[in-house]
């Protein structure tokens, strides 16, 4: 990403099937590249340990990114749950999709339905079921 340029980062979204704000997120990945370059030495692990792995502490973190507000935090921390070995992230479109399935809607007794490893997958199929109508 730091190699790239704002064209390079254009055409690679186009590729990807992202033409829509290509642009526009073409900028926001070279912005957020430099802050994990300048406060993480573009380690990501590194804005793990200063979080403590603590969900709330890392969404605070992650909100310091330019274009990551709540939702992009919450996103972000659902899917790497597993990775980083973090306690139970279900965030409120999860525990939505929790309550349509009629399941727990309590992130512990979600989480106590599967594996760790399988927790971010597991989120992701709840948002999934929330966001079917």
Known sequence: MRASTHRQRVAALGRAGYRRYDESTATSLGRMSEHLLADYGGDLRRLRAAGHAEPAALSRLLRAFPGIGPAGAQIFL???????????????????????ARLPAEPEALAGLVAPADRARFAAALVRRALRR
């Open 78 to 100: 659902r899917e790497v749950q597993g990775i980083w070995s973090l306690p139970p992230v279900f965030d409120a479109k999860a525990l939505e999709g929790a309550r349509r």
